[in-house]
Every structure is written in C-alpha cells, then in structure tokens.
C-alpha cells in the first residue's frame, strides 16, 4: 500500500522559513518522481516542486523558484522541501505526491498518490 505522510507545516511569520517533509512507504521510492504542490481555499491545485527519480533533477515553479529547494533521501525514503523568505501569498495546504504518468511534472492529474496534507500560514 502507497503512503505518503507530510508533516514540518505550521505558523510562521513573513520572511521565516520552514522544512516540511513526506515519508513514502510502499513503492520503489528511489526511481519514482516526487513532487510538492500545494492548494489555497478557491484556488487549484499548484505543483511547486519535484525531484524526478533516477536522474533526481530538480523543477520548480515561478512562484517559489529560489526561495524553496526540493530534496530527497533515498535511504529513509524522505522527500523534504526547505521553504525561505516565506510570504503570505505561501499560505496553503501543502501536499506530496508520486506515481506520476508521463506529461507536465506540474499538472496535479499525472499524480496518482497524495499524503493527507500539511498546512502553512504565513502572516504578514
């Protein structure tokens, strides 16, 4: 059975940072991509971030390119994002996810397993 379990979410202030991090568990972790998105109340869902299996390259989206680094352990099976200089626009549910089917790393429909969540409030 896939599992996906993030936890490191929490309140913080403009400009502080946070590490959130997702143990898998139940699938060959170290050649599957893993991604991060996250979602706002009426927005969609927003991939932000992955680190693709074998080759372990790094894609970011826009919003958060320079300030969050995707990283991933393959020991312990832990995919981490190390979020800086957050701003209230980074308040969210933040997500992982994996099994991705060939297409855009950021369309949240080539993504078959989610985690429960994580939330992040930034204040300003």
């Known amino acids: 059975e896939v599992q996906l379990v993030e936890s490191g979410g929490g309140s913080v202030q403009s400009g502080g940072s946070l590490r959130l991090s997702c143990t898998a568990s139940?699938?060959?972790?170290?050649?599957?991509?893993m991604g991060w998105f996250r979602q706002s109340p009426a927005k969609e869902r927003e991939g932000i971030a992955t680190?693709?299996?074998?080759?372990?390259?790094?894609y970011y989206s826009d919003s958060v390119k320079g300030r969050f680094t995707i990283s991933r352990d393959n020991a312990n099976q832990i995919v981490s994002l190390q979020m800086t200089n957050l701003t209230h626009e980074d308040t969210a549910m933040y997500y992982c996810?994996?099994?991705?089917?060939?297409?855009?790393?950021?369309?949240?429909?080539?993504?078959?397993?989610w985690g429960q969540g994580t939330q992040v409030t930034v204040s300003s």
């Open positions: 996810a994996t099994a991705p089917i060939v297409g855009r790393w950021s369309d949240p429909q080539r993504y078959s397993y």
């Open positions: 139940g699938f060959t972790f170290d050649a599957s991509d």
């Open positions: 680190v693709t299996g074998v080759a372990y390259n790094r």
